[in-house]
């Protein structure tokens, strides 16, 4: 360490560079498996090792917090990783919490923190270096999916055992739906959807910005490879959130014609749900039990009525207690009394819904302090956006990423494990973009 210290700043400054594009760009390889919590943490650990490189060379300065943006994103996140550490006080698995605590909160944070740093101060050809690992990354889980497709569809079984398929996998359509939800390999289609997210995001606001006909039909082999991957994963709350932040971004694009695209785009979406045999992976309600049926009866009629029947009991605990939780991570649900109980009284494992159960972990300021975060990082995509103009695609994809996101957990609490560390790592790049002197 001490003679990397003596060399000079450009080569520190390189070097840097250079370990920052393996390092992050190893975790987008690393992070997208459903159950591999080695691999999470392995990721982790290489990013708190180069965080501790670039404070140990650099020797930051203590940050001028004259900007807007980065004040909330320190309040926010220190706020909200302290205010996580105190839940281990209150939680009945005091140690357990505070382990939680320390990988799902306080490293992905710091996986924020080094992408942020990375890319405000990386050189243009690392920046499309990294553009084109992150999106080699998908592009591998788009292969293993199809790989494990294509193998039963040939050798005649799958990978895994027929008695462990999701029910109703039992021909080439219904197991292109459920596929994920096979095996532990994949991410599961809960959180799959979230992980399509960002390459969907980043093709739909390339396909707004597409100026030429080569641009316009790159943008659309991508919007279409990725978005019609997202759309087996059959998680509507996700594909709303992509067609709602499309909306938002052909505003402020000032593209209106293609109003037209999302239109025809979503019209065909539904009819090919409503008319088809598809219509069996999208609608899971009874809506008539729901619309006739007394609310005693709703948690008998499906997805979207069992949560509207278990969100106020949750709220109910949440007002009972505004200023303490029951502990950070899930896993306190099953081990506090009341919420067991709770849980038994709603018919639902959890609130569907990412900001009651941040509450119902970690009580109002909680809450508020993560939302203060979100705001510092929704500033950060905005002056992208308007720094760099309607015509640049990847201010245009975060801004997209970040609505989609938060709109499909409005609906869905699926923000841990691999999911939140993707979500952190995704956000903390465009962040980095957005303190760059310079257009990305």
Same mark, same amino acid.
């Given at each position: ?210 100026r030429d006909r080569r641009q316009l ?22 594909? =709303? #959130? ?9 505003? &402020? @694009?000032?593209? *209106?014609?293609? !109003?037209?695209? +999302? ?8 009819s090919l749900v409503v008319f088809t ?84 972990? =970690? #009580? ?9 975060? &979100? @705001?510092?990082? *929704?500033?950060? !995509?905005?002056? +992208? ?52 002197k310079t257009e990305p």
């Amino acid at each position: 360490m001490a003679s990397i210290l003596q060399q000079s700043p450009s080569r520190v400054r390189n070097l840097f560079e250079k370990l920052g594009l393996w390092v992050l760009g190893a975790c987008y390889f690393l992070w997208p498996y459903h159950d591999a919590p080695t691999f999470l943490l392995a990721g982790k650990i290489l990013i708190s090792a180069l965080f501790l490189f670039w404070l140990f060379t650099e020797r930051p300065a203590r940050p001028k917090l004259s900007d807007p943006a980065l004040v909330l994103l320190f309040i926010g996140a220190a706020g909200f990783t302290l205010w996580a550490y105190v839940s281990s006080f209150w939680s009945l698995a005091p140690w357990r919490t505070f382990k939680h605590v320390t990988e799902e909160v306080l490293l992905n944070l710091m996986a924020f923190g080094l992408a942020a740093i990375w890319a405000a101060k990386a050189s243009p050809p690392a920046l499309e270096r990294m553009k084109k690992v992150v999106l080699a990354s998908f592009l591998w889980v788009l292969f293993l999916y199809a790989f494990f497709y294509v193998w039963w569809l040939v050798k005649g079984t799958p990978l895994w055992p027929v008695e462990e398929a999701p029910k109703g996998a039992v021909d080439p359509i219904s197991l292109l739906f459920l596929l994920p939800d096979w095996h532990d390999v994949l991410l599961n289609r809960q959180n799959l959807a979230n992980y399509l997210l960002f390459p969907s995001s980043m093709a739909l606001a390339y396909l707004i910005c597409a100026r030429d006909r080569r641009q316009l039909l790159q943008s659309l082999f991508w919007f279409s490879l990725f978005f019609g991957v997202l759309f087996l994963t059959s998680k509507r709350s996700a594909l =709303l #959130g992509l067609m709602i932040g499309g909306v938002i971004a052909v505003i &402020l @694009a000032k593209r *209106f014609r293609l !109003f037209l695209f +999302l239109l025809a785009l979503m019209m065909g979406l539904v009819s090919l749900v409503v008319f088809t045999p598809l219509k069996r992976y999208f609608v899971r309600e009874n809506f008539r039990l729901f619309l006739e049926g007394k609310r005693s009866q709703w948690f008998q009629a499906g997805s979207i009525p069992m949560r509207y029947y278990g969100l106020p009991y949750f709220l109910r605990y949440i007002r009972e207690h505004p200023w303490k939780g029951i502990g950070y991570g899930r896993f306190n649900i099953k081990l506090n009394p009341e919420t067991r109980a709770l849980v038994k009284e709603a018919h639902l494992a959890h609130a569907h819904n990412v900001w009651i159960n941040l509450a119902l972990h =970690l #009580g109002i300021p909680g809450l508020v302090f993560f939302l203060i975060f &979100l @705001a510092g990082e *929704f500033l950060c !995509f905005w002056r +992208l956006f308007k720094r760099a103009g309607p015509g640049h695609w990847l201010a245009l994809g975060f801004l997209i990423y970040f609505i989609a996101f938060w709109v499909r957990h409005q609906f869905d609490d699926s923000f841990r494990y691999a999911t939140s560390a993707l979500y952190f790592l995704n956000t903390g790049l465009g962040v980095g973009l957005s303190f760059r002197k310079t257009e990305p």
